[in-house]
């Protein structure tokens, strides 16, 4: 089973830019498609952005699409989401999930979940 740790978040003004990473330990390389999701508070958990085992392929939510790029390094066991052009409704926790096929990320298809990080955006 891999292991999940996001890191990154913080508080950053509307505009600005912030990149997440999330380090995967135990079955780690190209073993899992990943993806980032995000909760906001009062709401539920909706999908971010997902890529293929190998980084060969890339999905994302509307919202982010043009301001969000995902992407992973195999070698350091590791996934990134850059965000830039960041809005106050992109404030939320985000999570990372790791999942067989990247392309049923954003429809539930998640075998493990990171603990979350925060991220906040002034306006």
């Known amino acids: 089973q891999v292991r999940l740790v996001e890191s990154g978040g913080g508080l950053v003004q509307a505009g600005g830019s912030l990149r997440l990473s999330c380090a995967a330990s135990?079955?780690?390389?190209?073993?899992?498609?990943m993806g980032w999701f995000r909760q906001a508070p009062g709401k539920g958990r909706e999908f971010v952005a997902a890529i293929s085992h190998y980084g060969s392929a890339t999905d994302y939510a509307d919202s982010v699409k043009g301001r969000f790029t995902i992407s992973r390094d195999n070698n350091k066991s590791t996934m990134y989401l850059q965000m830039s052009s960041l809005k106050p409704e992109d404030a939320a926790v985000y999570f990372c999930?790791?999942?067989?096929?990247?392309?049923?990320?954003?429809?539930?298809?998640?075998?493990?979940w990171g603990q979350g990080t925060q991220v906040t955006v002034s306006s």
């Open positions: 135990g079955r780690t390389g190209s073993t899992y498609a």
């Open positions: 999930a790791a999942g067989s096929s990247w392309n049923r990320l954003r429809l539930g298809g998640v075998d493990v």
